[in-house]
């Protein structure tokens, strides 16, 4: 049943991770044009529980797929990246997530890229980079409904977000080094068994 949803595209998991990216120009209409904070924070959270939704069938109907290991992450970022923009209007302390979030995903995307074409393999989503995600909705939410947020929480709610971006971005790394290397080992295993 998973080999049968690898190399698919259209499924369920990969159908709300394209609604979860269509949502994007409308909260950003919401909040920026029409300014209304209600609207956007519920699109927002609607936003989250399709990626909750879609890697619960994903996993849970063997509903895996190769394009929505890649898919499932960008909606993610993209969603993130766009809902920061929008804050760093009223709150500019978070420029400095948008600027960690960018060189963490592009480094991080490189290593991923370099691991598919090292190895043939994507790799998905691990337990850090969930976290992450949650603590980022969380945080966007919470700065989005509650607009005279104390600055001293605030930037400890940016700082504790930019750590959790930065760990992550180290387990990401070293989990695609690992998998070339091991790829290479293996590689070198077959090549020395069918010498001898």
């Known amino acids: 049943m998973k080999a049968l949803f690898k190399g698919k595209i259209l499924t369920i998991p990969n159908l709300l991770s394209l609604i979860r990216i269509l949502l994007i120009p409308l909260f950003v209409w919401l ?5 209304n904070v209600p609207a956007t924070a519920v699109v927002l959270v609607l936003s989250g529980l399709t990626d909750a939704l879609d890697g619960f069938i994903a996993r849970h109907y063997h509903m895996v797929s190769d ?4 898919l499932d992450p960008f909606a993610d970022k993209l969603t993130q990246f766009a809902m920061l923009c929008c804050l760093v209007v009223r709150f500019p302390r978070m420029l400095w997530l948008i600027i960690v979030l960018c060189v963490k995903e592009v480094l991080v995307a490189s290593s991923q890229l370099l691991v598919i074409r090292k190895t043939e393999l994507v790799l998905g989503a691990e337990w850090h ?3 992450t995600t949650i603590l980022l909705y969380a945080v966007m939410i919470l700065h989005l409904l509650w607009l005279d947020i104390p600055a001293t929480l605030s930037w400890s709610l940016v700082g504790l977000c930019i750590g959790m ?3 992550s971005g ?3 790394g070293i989990r695609n080094y690992r998998a070339i290397r091991d790829n ?3 590689a070198k295993e077959e ?4 010498e001898a």
């Open 165 to 167: 971006l930065l760990l």
């Open 170 to 172: 180290v387990l990401y």
């Open 191 to 194: 090549g020395a068994s069918s």
């Open 129 to 131: 980079g969930k976290i």
């Open 184 to 186: 290479q080992a293996k």
């Open 31 to 35: 909040y920026l044009v029409e300014e």
């Open 67 to 70: 394009f929505g290991k890649a």
